[in-house]
């Protein structure tokens, strides 16, 4: 049965509700995507290489271990707000099996599949990419292609880059008044794709994720995505809305979950 249900937010479409001390939710607001990160000064030396491991780890912990069924939407907007396209999307999620494991659908206007990707996340994942509809299996040559018209890739979507490996503490910053340690990851050598690594924002309080962008070799920003609010189930938590814009900002992407249930 259903655990949630999104009802009264704007029609929209990988948060986050902070526990205080308690397990109540709290919306934060107001994130500026332009403010500026941590320089590459800040970058801890690699004594702190196990503490940023460490916060990844919890990071991949706060998933849900049960499995699960998400649909929502994804709502291109353009930066005055102005809806250009929306897409529903169906994510099947395993992450507490041995190998985690996830499956995203997205969906056309009248529920019509238009691209489905299933892989397995670790330190050598598998891909099956199909497209199509009826679905049709095609080579994946990257996560880094955007997903339909939106701003999201298939690694934003995914959030693949949880799963690698090379992270290093940078320093700390605040995000919506929350402190955070910020850390990097350093893409596998054998990465395709812009991103050379990317840089997160974990809130010390609750260890959750809440800002998250991919750089390129330059350590330039490509695209940001940041959590507004998130849905805790059981234990633990699951991305409820977040927004995501690539640079040159011409357009943003929403993320917004509607139902999570049990299989």
Known sequence: MPLFTH???RLAIAALTIVMGATSVARLYGDDPSRSAPSAADT??????PIAAALLAGVINQLPREPIRVTGTLLVRRRRGVPI???GFELIARWGDAIPRTRYTILDAFGE???RLELTHGESPTYDYAVGNPLESRPVYTL???VQSTDITWMDLTLSFLWWTDARLEGEDSVKGFDCHVIRINAPPDQQGPYKSVRLWIGKKAGMMLRAE???ADDKPIRRLWINSVKKIDDAYMIKDMEIQKYPAIQRTKL???EVERL
């Open 214 to 216: 991919g750089l390129d």
């Open 85 to 87: 396209s929306t897409y």
């Open 7 to 9: 009802f009264n937010r």
């Open 113 to 115: 599949p238009l691209e």
């Open 44 to 49: 801890a030396d690699d004594d702190d290489v």
């Open 256 to 258: 917004s979950i509607a």
């Open 144 to 146: 880094d292609r955007p």
